[in-house]
């Protein structure tokens, strides 16, 4: 049975620490939905009412575009093992990009990896549990690390030529110009 709650309690803080992906959906006035599954140590949360995610250069910017033209998010995670339960987390977002003030003070609760592009902050609107019975079994095996090791192995001005610049998501709504960060580089520098 579905349950409704206006913030994160700390059971649900801890159902969170134990997943190792998520899902966040997006979508705006017109054109697809957009769902990813994330992966890594990505994700925090920062209080009951906000969490945050880091979030890496990939195939598009989906999430960024519509954020900016709506602001809806829902975050998912699902557990594997016992006991059932999904957990989904509604609410609004948007995406701070290095450039922007407030980057340190987010930065500061994650690692940084390669190919790092911005940060997304959510302020959480409700929570919702259900039961999970359909959530098959799963077990972690680990990270694929393949994405982090394409971007430290990139040239950051190739990447940024050839990805780093998405002006629109694939329905052409607009985004903010993003670069990819690397710990220890200068994000502006990278352009």
């Known amino acids: 049975m579905a349950e409704f709650f206006p913030a994160l309690e700390q059971r649900h803080v801890d159902m969170i620490a134990r997943q190792p992906v998520f899902f966040v959906a997006t979508a705006a006035a017109d054109g697809r939905i957009n769902l990813s599954p994330k992966g890594y140590d990505a994700f925090r949360v920062l209080s009951?009412?906000?969490v945050a995610y880091l979030d890496l250069g990939g195939s598009g910017n989906e999430t960024h575009a519509h954020l900016a033209a709506d602001g809806r998010i829902t975050v998912m995670f699902c557990n594997f093992q016992q006991p059932a339960n999904?957990?989904?987390?509604?609410?609004?977002g948007q995406p701070v990009l290095p450039q922007d003030d407030g980057w340190n003070e987010l930065a500061a609760h994650f690692?940084?990896?390669p190919g790092t592009r911005q940060i997304f902050v959510i302020d959480v609107e409700s929570v919702q549990t259900s039961c999970g019975w359909g959530v098959p079994f799963m077990e972690y095996s680990g990270?694929?690390?393949t994405l982090k090791k394409?971007?430290?192995?990139?040239?950051?001005?190739?990447?940024?030529?050839k990805h780093g610049m998405r002006l629109a998501s694939?329905?052409?709504?607009p985004t903010r110009p993003t670069d990819r960060y690397i710990a220890g580089d200068d994000p502006a520098g990278a352009a």
Not at 150 to 161: F, G, N, T, Y
């Open 150 to 161: 394409a971007h430290a192995q990139s040239d950051p001005r190739e990447w940024a030529a």
């Open 111 to 113: 690692t940084l990896m």
């Open 170 to 173: 694939i329905d052409g709504l």
């Open 86 to 92: 999904i957990l989904r987390i509604y609410g609004r």
């Open 143 to 145: 990270e694929r690390e």
């Open 48 to 50: 009951p009412g906000r």
